[in-house]
């Protein structure tokens, strides 16, 4: 069993600029979560999408947004980059909504 | 609002120790699950336990339990038997089980294990 993935891994970005990160969800898992986790922050939870349609939102502008495919991956999309942005971007997978969540290890975006 | 506290920011014990990290809660909601979470410094963030909020027993998983009180909307968790393994960020989240599935953590608790 292949557990959440995602890439890349580290990321360095200007701002102003446009950044897709994406997540592998555990095999099986129809439902996905990004968080955004600053640096000694727990994480803040941006969406959820539940069979390819969003099904729950954070306190997050619409310049963040989401896409989950078929085979459930799923990609979170940030137009207009701003320095607050930087932080950890944890995705995790479960098997229903609102049950445990099994994490990737993050991608770490550097906006300067 | 829907919020979870976690009043630690750091806490320490011995190993072999046993040590509560506590977590307070705030939701008008009557169906809802509330977990831990551990964090280890390679930052993949792991589950420790899970409390469904209908069953008043408290969760168990081996050398972790939690003091689940409703009324309170409290839910500690005690670690028996610390282990150096142990040291880790640790979260306690929450989330209701109506409406939009929207998950809320706290801002956690740093355990170190100290030999």
């Known amino acids: 069993e292949t557990g959440v993935t995602q890439s890349p891994t580290h990321l360095i970005k200007t701002r102003g600029q446009q950044v897709t990160l994406r997540c592998s969800s555990q095999?099986?898992?129809?439902?996905v979560s990004w968080y955004q986790q600053a640096l000694g922050q727990g994480p803040q939870f941006i969406f959820q999408?539940?069979?390819?349609?969003?099904?729950g939102r954070g306190n997050f502008p619409p310049r963040f947004s989401g896409l989950q495919f078929p085979n459930y991956s799923s990609e979170l999309n940030v137009n207009a980059l701003e320095l607050d942005d930087s932080a950890l971007y944890l995705c995790?997978?479960?098997?229903?909504?609102?049950?445990?969540?099994?994490f990737g290890p993050g991608t770490r975006l550097t906006v300067t | 609002a829907q919020t979870v506290t976690q009043s630690q920011p750091e806490m320490s014990v011995q190993e072999a120790e046993t040590v509560t990290l506590s977590c307070t809660y705030d939701?008008?909601?009557?169906?809802?699950?509330l977990f831990w979470y551990k964090q280890p410094p390679s930052r993949q963030m792991i589950l420790v336990i899970r409390q469904e909020a209908y069953k008043q027993q408290n969760a168990t998983e081996n050398r972790f339990s939690v003091n689940f009180q409703k009324a309170a909307k409290s839910f500690s968790l005690k670690i028996s038997d610390s282990q150096l393994g142990d040291a880790a960020m640790y979260f306690c989240?929450?989330?209701?089980?109506?409406?939009?599935?929207?998950?809320?953590f706290g801002t956690g608790t740093r355990l170190k294990v100290l030999a």
């Open positions: 939701t008008s909601e009557s169906d809802y699950y």
């Open positions: 995790a997978s479960s098997l229903l909504r609102g049950d445990e969540q099994y």
């Open positions: 999408y539940y069979r390819e349609e969003e099904n």
């Open positions: 095999s099986g898992h129809n439902t």
């Open positions: 989240a929450y989330i209701p089980l109506s409406g939009t599935y929207k998950y809320i």
